[in-house]
């Protein structure tokens, strides 16, 4: 099985809090496992190590001013260790503009004026998994709404992986 790891998956992962953190802890762990056995591969686009390292950025410094807030307490919280950590993802990246060209037409043609374009971001998970006939796994709403477009999409509890 190929998928393709949109950020919200990995962001959810390091916050307790998003309701889908559960979900994207287990994903993720069932995806490690999968690939070390060989029974699926995991692809992205560069946006995912710049949106998951942002947002690492954030939580840390988040961290760093709460622990600054309650000195008196045990100390600053330990940094999680990054969700992409120990999994191997391949970069997917473009052959040439012509790609995009081609996919921007494709879905032009597919979306038929049903609903508006996601943004760029969204747009780069979905070109990345219609190129590697893969599956874009996210717990973005709006990503959602683009399932079976160009390719499939679905949510990290929804994957059956070998």
């Known amino acids: 099985m190929r998928i393709v790891l949109d950020s919200s998956v990995a962001i959810a992962s390091m916050k307790p809090a998003e309701p889908g953190h559960p979900d994207a802890l287990a994903f993720l762990e069932r995806a490690r496992a999968a690939v070390v056995a060989g ?12 949106e998951v390292y942002v947002a690492e950025q954030r939580l840390a410094a988040s961290r760093a001013s709460r622990a600054s807030r309650t000195s008196s307490e045990s100390g600053p919280a330990a940094a999680s260790e990054s969700p992409l950590a120990g999994l191997a993802v391949e970069l997917v990246a473009p052959a040439d503009e012509g790609a995009i060209v081609e996919f921007l037409g494709l879905l032009t043609r597919r979306m038929r004026g049903r609903r508006p374009f996601a943004n760029a971001t969204d747009l780069v ?20 709404k683009y399932h079976g477009v160009v ?5 990290p509890q929804h994957v059956r992986l070998g």
């Open 151 to 155: 390719c499939d999409v679905t949510r």
């Open 125 to 144: 998970y979905l070109w990345a998994a219609h190129g590697a006939e893969a599956t874009v796994v996210t717990l973005d709403e709006g990503l959602l």
């Open 39 to 50: 029974g699926a591969r995991v692809l992205a686009p560069a946006e995912l190590w710049l």
